[in-house]
């Protein structure tokens, strides 16, 4: 069974910069997707960053509203999944949950808080 063990959120300041980190324990498929999303009380879960691997091949997505400014990336070896967050702005607040998800798993991870005060 893969688990999911986010860390790296923080409370910070307009402008500043976080790194996500989540770690992945268990057997990865090679076809998946592996993604960020973030959550606010009242509002539902949001796509933050995605990247799609299919064996050799990756794409990557992002939210309209982090394009520019976040970075999605993996360490296949440490089996690690990153978010680097850059200007960060008071709207990027919330809950941020790491997903792995394959035709037959879908796995989330549980939380971790950014805060981001101006």
């Known amino acids: 069974q893969v688990q999911l063990v986010e860390s790296g959120g923080d409370s910070v300041h307009t402008g500043e910069s976080l790194r996500l980190s989540c770690l992945i324990f268990?057997?990865?498929?090679?076809?998946?997707?592996m993604g960020w999303y973030r959550q606010v009380p009242g509002k539902e879960r949001e796509v933050v960053a995605v990247?799609?691997?299919?064996?050799?091949?990756?794409?990557?997505t992002y939210g309209d509203s982090v394009e520019d400014r976040f970075t999605i990336s993996r360490d296949t070896e440490k089996q690690a999944l990153y978010l680097q967050m850059d200007m960060l702005k008071p709207e990027d607040t919330g809950v941020y949950y790491c997903?792995?998800?394959?035709?037959?798993?879908?796995?989330w991870g549980q939380g971790t808080q950014v805060t981001v005060t101006s």
């Open positions: 997903r792995y998800k394959t035709w037959m798993k879908d796995i």
């Open positions: 268990g057997e990865i498929f090679s076809v998946n997707d």
């Open positions: 990247m799609s691997t299919d064996y050799d091949r990756k794409r990557t």
